[in-house]
């Protein structure tokens, strides 16, 4: 019997880890440091937004943000924290303007 993805005619997915994908970081901070950094900001950042006080639609447009960065960390960590970043910034923008 075929294995899925080889003759079946459904398209071979290869599984990438992410150890392969994120060796390590220009400031050294290795995989697992960067995902607990993440982690933790990423909870930072969902505590924030839970907190504003602002109207309701650019209320969910931060969450919507924050979904998507919270799910982008579950495929390229580097990208997720770059992204955080930038939300991160705008919501500080935010609170001080």
Do not use: N, W, Y
């Not at 899925?4 to 995989?31: A, F, K, N, Y």
């Not at 390229?76 to 500080?92: F, G, M, V, Y």
Request: charged residues 35%.
């Amino acid at each position: 019997m075929p294995s899925p993805g080889r003759g079946s005619g459904r398209p071979h997915r290869q599984r990438i880890e992410l150890s392969d994908t994120v060796d390590s970081e220009p400031d050294g901070m290795d995989e697992a440091e960067l995902f607990a950094d993440l982690s933790r900001r990423l909870r930072e950042a969902h505590r924030m937004v839970a907190a504003l006080t602002c109207d309701e639609d650019t209320k969910s447009s931060v969450v919507r943000r924050l979904i998507a960065v919270t799910d982008a960390s579950k495929h390229d960590l580097r990208r997720a924290s770059e992204r955080l970043d930038a939300l991160l910034a705008d919501l500080e923008a935010q609170q001080t303007g």
